[in-house]
């Protein structure tokens, strides 16, 4: 059964900090990986999504990377803004499923 | 449209009533998934559509939920005789394939 872990659970830095958000997955045999960010009391916003034959993908201050082996994610986060304060959530789907499986996020706050 | 849409974007209910929470997907998004997320909770699959295929109902928690999608677009999700646990954001994403793009989502207040 997959299981997705994201740590830390949650994280305050401050304005102008680079900084990684990590997801781990426990079955390596995944199609693709996905970043969302949401905001509170709002749906999901994507990110990045990063497909099995990927290693990176990068959309302005974000960059995402994916270790199928090793079962890693990380989100890079350059030059963090009080606007990047927000809970981040990694999903996988399994090789030959529709599902995402999700992680239970880390919420970030950026200090201004 | 532009984007998932859904409605309402927030209802609060009387234990017992039935509710029906709306999702309009992207135009040509031929998949369809429902979540719940509950507070503090992460993300629970509730049920995918895909195309003409017999949905995956396999995350309906109760016989209380069932879900519907006609004409390959619209989904309809209902609830029935609500209960104060079936409160949380219930969220409808689609997609083309399988990176989804998620809808505000409906805040579900059983009260």
């Known amino acids: 059964k997959q299981e997705v872990t994201q740590i830390p659970a949650a994280l305050s830095v401050p304005e102008g900090e680079n900084l990684v958000l990590n997801c781990s997955f426990t079955?390596?045999?995944?199609?693709?990986l996905q970043w969302f960010r949401q905001d509170p009391g709002k749906g999901l916003t994507s990110l990045l999504l990063?497909?099995?034959?990927?290693r990176e993908q990068t959309s302005g201050r974000l960059n995402a990377s994916l270790d199928k082996s090793s079962g890693r994610s990380t989100l890079y986060i350059a030059a963090s803004q009080p606007g990047d304060s927000a809970t981040y959530l990694c999903?996988?789907?399994?090789?030959?499923?529709?599902?995402?499986?999700f992680g239970t996020g880390t919420r970030l706050k950026v200090l201004a | 449209g532009a984007g998932v849409s859904q409605s309402p974007s927030n209802k609060v209910t009387e234990k017992g009533k039935d509710v029906e929470l709306r999702c309009d997907p992207i135009?040509?998004?031929?998949?369809l998934y429902w979540y719940r997320q509950s507070l503090g909770q992460g993300l629970e699959f509730l049920i995918y559509f895909q195309g003409n295929s017999a949905p995956d109902k396999s995350g309906l928690p109760s016989d209380r939920f069932s879900a519907e999608r006609t004409g390959g677009s619209v989904s309809t999700l209902t609830i029935q005789r609500t209960q104060q646990e079936d409160s949380a954001v219930y969220l409808c994403a689609s997609s083309p394939d399988r990176g989804y793009t998620f809808g505000s989502g409906t805040r579900l207040t059983v009260v």
């Open positions: 079955d390596s045999a995944i199609y693709n």
């Open positions: 999903a996988v789907i399994r090789g030959g499923t529709y599902k995402y499986i």
């Open positions: 990063i497909q099995s034959s990927q």
């Open positions: 135009s040509g998004h031929t998949a």
